[in-house]
C-alpha cells in the first residue's frame, strides 16, 4: 500500500462531507471593512473560506512565505450585519514547526487582502483524537484547540499581560479543486503583527540581530507581565532574553522567541506574546516533561503545578523584591476576572478545566505562602547522591543555577536532602540529571534561602 501525504487526506476531508457548497449568497464587495475589524468582537465569528488549499498545502516549502493561492472569504460585517465578500484574497501558509508535515495536515493560514489589510488562522492542524499529541512538539490536533488557545489569550488579556488580540471562529473552507464540498472546523483569527505594532504605537519591528535583551531596550514593564504570563498559561515554547548573560530557553542568535517586539517613538520598546498552540492551558500535557522536572517536587505530583511553578520561580529570579510584590499584587487585582474569561468562555469542557487549573496553581503559586519558598542562592553549589559528598549526582562540573527551587527533606551535618526544580533549565531534555529527576539529592544547607531575592 502507498503512503499516503497530509496533503492527501486533506484533499479527502474536503471532499468527505455531502453538502456541496451552493452559490455565492449575495454581498456586497464595496467598502469592505478591514479584516482586521473582525476581530471587533469577542462572539465567535462564522466565515467562509474558498481557495485551492489542496494545492497550497502539497506546494509549501518549509521557510517560505511567499507562496500563495487566491482566495475568497465570506462573512458579515460587524457592524451592519450585511454579508460581505472579499475577493482576490492571498492565502499563504504561516507559522514554524506547523509547516512541519508530521506536525499538522492543515497548517495555519495567512490572509492578506488588498486593501483590506491581513488576518492570520490559527487552524484546527489535523483530526487527531485528544489523547494523541503530535508526534515531534506535541500538538492537540484538532479543532479544540484553536478554541483553547482563544481562551489562553483572553485568560492572559484578563490578567493585563500585552498580547495579540484574536477572535474564536468556525470556519467553511471550499476548495474547488477537491470537489467544491465544505469542510468546517473551529478556528481562532489573530491579529496581524502590523496591526499590532499600529495598535501599540510601534514605528518599527524589531528584529533578532537587533533586540540586544530587555535590559538594553528598557522593556522590564512588558516583559516582567511577560513573564509571569507565560507562567500562568504553563507555556515553554517562548524565549525573552532579559540580560546579556541570560540563558534560560535563549542563546545569542535567538533572544526572542514567539516574543515581537517593536520601537516606540518614545525610546521604549513594546513587547508582545503570542502563539500558544504549545501551552499547558492547550495541551494539557508536554511530552517532554519527565526529561526535565521531578514530579515529586510537589505532594500532589501534578505535572500543571509543577509547570506553573518553575516559570513563577524563574520569575523571581528576574526581578527585585519590591517589583516581584507590586506585579503579585497587580494579578490578584485581576483574579476575577481571569476566572471570568476561562468561565464565559466558548471552548470544550476539557479545555475549560485546563484554563481553571492552571489558574488555580498561578494564584497559588504567586501567593505571600508559596512565592518565597527555599531556593539556591549561591552560584557555586554541587549536587551529591549522598550527605557524606562521595560522588556527585549529575557531574563535578554541574552546579545549580541560582534561584533553584528547593524541598528540604532532611538535614546531616551541614548538608541538606532535598528533591529539586530545574526551573532554570540548567540540565534540561536534552541533558538530563537523573539523580535530581528521579529522587532527592543533597546540597549544602547553608546554600539555601527563602530571603531571595533579599531587597
Known amino acids: 500500500m502507498s503512503r499516503r501525504t497530509p496533503a492527501f487526506i486533506v484533499a479527502v476531508l474536503l471532499s468527505m462531507f455531502a453538502v456541496k457548497a451552493g452559490p455565492t449568497v449575495s454581498a456586497t464587495e464595496e467598502r469592505a471593512p478591514k479584516l482586521n475589524r473582525l476581530l471587533d468582537s469577542t462572539t465567535t465569528a462564522q466565515l467562509t473560506l474558498e481557495a485551492p488549499l489542496h494545492r497550497l498545502f502539497s506546494e509549501k516549502q518549509p521557510d517560505d512565505d511567499r507562496a500563495f493561492v487566491p482566495g475568497t472569504l465570506s462573512f458579515k460585517d460587524p457592524d451592519t450585519g450585511a454579508d460581505v465578500v472579499v475577493r482576490d484574497i492571498e492565502v499563504s501558509v504561516r507559522g514554524h514547526t506547523s509547516r512541519n508535515d508530521a506536525e499538522c495536515a492543515f497548517p495555519k493560514l495567512k490572509l492578506k487582502a488588498k486593501p483590506g489589510g491581513t488576518l492570520r488562522i490559527g487552524t484546527h492542524c489535523g483530526e487527531q483524537p485528544d489523547d494523541r499529541l503530535s508526534p515531534k512538539y506535541g500538538r492537540l490536533a484538532n479543532e479544540k484547540s484553536p478554541l483553547r488557545e482563544g481562551l489562553t489569550y483572553r485568560i492572559l488579556d484578563a490578567l493585563g499581560v500585552p498580547t495579540l488580540r484574536t477572535r474564536p471562529a468556525r470556519i467553511t473552507y471550499v476548495d474547488p479543486e477537491a470537489g467544491g464540498a465544505p469542510l468546517v472546523r473551529g478556528a481562532l483569527l489573530v491579529e496581524d503583527d502590523g496591526d499590532a505594532m499600529a495598535r501599540v504605537g510601534g514605528t518599527k519591528a524589531i528584529g533578532l540581530e ?10 522590564t514593564e512588558d516583559a516582567s507581565r511577560i513573564a509571569f504570563g507565560e507562567a500562568a498559561i504553563a507555556n515553554f515554547d517562548w524565549c525573552l532574553k532579559f540580560t546579556p548573560d541570560d540563558i534560560y530557553r535563549c542563546n545569542d542568535p535567538r533572544p526572542l522567541w514567539n516574543i515581537l517586539a517593536f520601537d516606540r517613538a518614545n525610546g521604549q520598546t513594546a513587547l508582545l506574546m503570542k502563539d500558544f498552540d504549545l501551552a499547558g492551558t492547550v495541551v494539557g500535557h508536554h511530552p517532554w516533561f519527565a526529561t526535565v522536572f521531578n514530579p515529586a517536587f510537589v505532594p500532589s505530583r501534578s505535572e500543571t503545578s509543577i509547570d506553573v511553578i518553575s516559570q513563577v520561580q524563574r520569575a523571581r529570579a528576574l526581578f527585585p523584591r519590591g517589583e516581584l510584590d507590586a506585579l503579585r499584587r497587580g494579578f ?15 471552548v470544550d469542557e476539557q479545555g475549560r478545566a485546563l484554563g481553571r487549573a492552571h489558574l488555580d496553581a498561578f494564584y497559588d503559586a504567586i501567593s505571600d505562602e508559596h512565592f518565597y519558598r527555599p531556593v539556591v542562592a549561591r552560584t557555586d553549589v554541587q549536587v551529591y547522591k549522598d550527605g557524606a559528598r562521595t560522588a556527585e549526582a549529575c ?9 533553584t527551587p528547593v524541598n528540604p527533606l532532611q538535614s546531616s551535618g551541614p548538608m541538606s536532602q532535598v528533591l529539586l526544580l530545574d526551573a532554570m533549565w540548567r540540565w534540561g531534555a536534552k541533558n538530563p540529571c537523573h539523580a535530581i529527576l528521579n529522587g532527592p539529592v543533597w546540597i549544602e544547607t547553608a546554600a539555601i534561602t527563602s530571603r531571595f531575592p533579599s531587597n
Open 395 to 403: 557531574g563535578p562540573k554541574d552546579t545549580l543555577r541560582v534561584g
Open 210 to 219: 537587533t533586540f540586544g535583551s530587555v535590559k538594553t531596550r528598557h522593556a
Open 332 to 346: 490578584v487585582e485581576r483574579k476575577a476576572a481571569a476566572y471570568h474569561a476561562v468561565d464565559s468562555a466558548e
